[in-house]
């Protein structure tokens, strides 16, 4: 187990490098951050010379992988990190100085335990990528196929382990200071970035996503996955078919190419909401370097190392949200809110809805070059501390998706109303799934099940289990022990809230400070 003192000492030595890109000003300005945060921020900056602008996309970038994995996961938390921050974080580049093609060549011949001209009968030593998790090499199969060879970095599965580790810690003790800290819930969001970085650290993961999501689009026309070659795959590298095509944010190349721009950005709007609300599995990473535009107009996406997933219930949910807001039906979207337990029960309805029509108005029969679904989003997060509504981690995915589709989309059209786009697909699926036939089938077949299930069902009832509650059971947390509590068992002896901790995080300053001083010097 990790000791604190290395929490603080890593904590510290990364506060470092956000101070001296400015990134930590907001933290202390931050009229509802715990006054311990506040102090350490103090230590951690003292010393440094800080830009009048904060660059918190160069803040992560600069202290590595896992954080800049991280970056992107809080770019979708205006709540928790501030809107300025999100902004900026949106710009963060998930790239990196490449790998030496010899040491990529060691590591696909040492997951495959076979020589790489078993396997592929060329691959261009140059990189057409280079992320923080792997680099992309393009080769030509022994068999002739083109194709795209994902390689994870050597190392990189144990650094993030051990970043990990100290995000969980410190997200434990933020959360545990009680107040604004715990109705956010910061140890729900390290548990969900870990759980999606493990499924992008582990490459037949991807595979299998691109597998089950090509499955599930076969019939959305004019988008396509490209297929896993499973034999050259395993859990460090990843084969697929090599996608001939222009880039999605290539608006000149499309235009030069004859594709019908409007269309493009519909298809695309189309395919997501396909993708998450009728099939509730989305391709959650759809930046502009993940589409391309094939010959035939087909939309190509690559990169499933992020996925996402909503459960029947919370799609008819989220249709309902969504249709409400475009119809201006501000009481049902109030009322689905409480229905799923986000907002707690002695909130007034009525006001509930008068605040979702001060977001959702503003929005209707207008153009999204004027106003837009990510401003929708930033209105949203701005009333729910209001009404005490708890992040829904299992929808921060869709959210930053939705922000991404709609950049893109807006781009190759500026004058798309993304709520003219989904209205019809929105209210089909609706009638589809909610409307009387609908109900009635579902309500056939869940008799059947429930007659079949009986004898369990029996079973259950003499056993005590909670209401569930709208949102999906979360993840169990790692066991952290906090250093107050720690204290209290008599390992931290002194006086005063937080003395031996801060006491540490002086220690740790002065030895990051020195190491600093050295290079200075040096």
Not at 314 to 331: C, D, K, P, S
Request: overall charge neutral; some cysteine; proline content about 6%.
């Amino acid at each position: 187990m990790t000791r604190p003192s290395t929490h603080i000492f890593r904590l510290l030595k990364w506060g470092r490098t956000l101070a001296r890109h400015g990134a930590l000003r907001g933290i202390e300005r931050n009229p509802t951050m715990p006054p311990q945060v506040k102090r350490l921020v103090r230590v951690a900056r003292l010393g440094t010379l800080q830009p009048r602008e904060p660059d918190y996309a160069g803040a992560f970038q600069a202290i590595g992988p896992a954080a800049i994995k991280l970056g992107q996961t809080l770019a979708t938390r205006p709540d928790l990190v501030g809107d300025v921050a999100a902004h900026n974080l949106l710009s963060l580049q998930d790239s990196l100085p490449p790998v030496p093609f010899h040491e990529i060549q060691a590591q696909i011949e040492r997951s495959f335990e076979r020589p790489m001209e078993e396997l592929f009968a060329l691959v261009d030593p140059d990189p057409i990528g280079a992320a923080s998790i792997a680099q992309v090499h393009k080769g030509i199969t022994i068999e002739g196929r083109e194709v795209a060879i994902k390689v994870l970095r050597p190392g990189i599965r144990e650094k993030f382990a051990q970043d990990i580790t100290t995000y969980e810690w410190a997200a434990a003790h933020l959360e545990g200071l009680g107040g604004e800290a715990s109705r956010l819930r910061p140890r729900l969001t390290i548990a969900n970035f870990k759980r999606w970085t493990n499924s992008e650290l582990d490459l037949r993961r991807e595979a299998a996503s691109a597998s089950e999501l090509a499955e599930s689009t076969r019939g959305v026309a004019g988008y396509c996955i490209p297929d896993i070659d499973w034999d050259r795959t395993n859990g460090r590298v990843l084969t697929i078919e090599w996608i001939d095509g222009v880039k999605i944010s290539d608006r000149q190349a499309l235009l030069e190419a004859g594709h019908d721009l409007p269309d493009l950005a519909r298809r695309l709007v189309l395919a997501f909401l396909t993708q998450a609300i009728s099939g509730g599995f989305f391709h959650a990473d759809m930046h502009q370097g993940n589409l391309f535009v094939k010959a035939d107009g087909t939309i190509a996406a690559i990169d499933f190392g992020i996925m996402g997933r909503i459960d029947q219930r919370a799609r008819q949910w989220l249709a309902e949200i969504l249709y409400g807001l475009i119809t201006g039906n501000y009481r049902r979207v109030a009322e689905i809110h409480f229905e799923a337990q986000y907002v707690p029960s002695y909130h007034s309805v009525e006001e509930f809805a008068t605040a979702l029509r001060a977001v959702g108005e503003p929005m209707r029969g207008k153009p999204v070059s004027e106003l837009s679904v990510g401003q929708m989003l930033d209105g949203l997060f701005a009333i729910t501390r209001d009404f005490d509504m708890q992040t829904q981690p299992h929808l921060l995915l869709l959210q930053k998706t939705m922000v991404m589709v709609e950049g893109i989309a807006t781009q190759l059209d500026p004058q798309i109303n993304m709520w003219n786009v989904s209205a019809p697909f929105v209210r089909s699926w609706i009638r589809d799934e909610l409307g009387p036939e609908a109900a009635l089938a579902d309500k056939l077949r869940q008799d059947g099940e429930t007659l079949l299930r009986i004898p369990q069902l029996i079973r259950r009832l003499e056993e005590h289990f909670p209401q569930r509650g709208g949102a999906p059971e979360q993840p169990p947390l790692p066991d952290v022990e906090l250093v107050w509590e720690r204290r209290r068992r008599g390992a931290y002896r002194g006086s005063g809230n937080w003395t031996g901790y801060l006491l540490a995080a002086l220690i740790g300053a002065a030895a990051v400070f020195a190491g600093s001083l050295a290079g200075w010097l040096g």
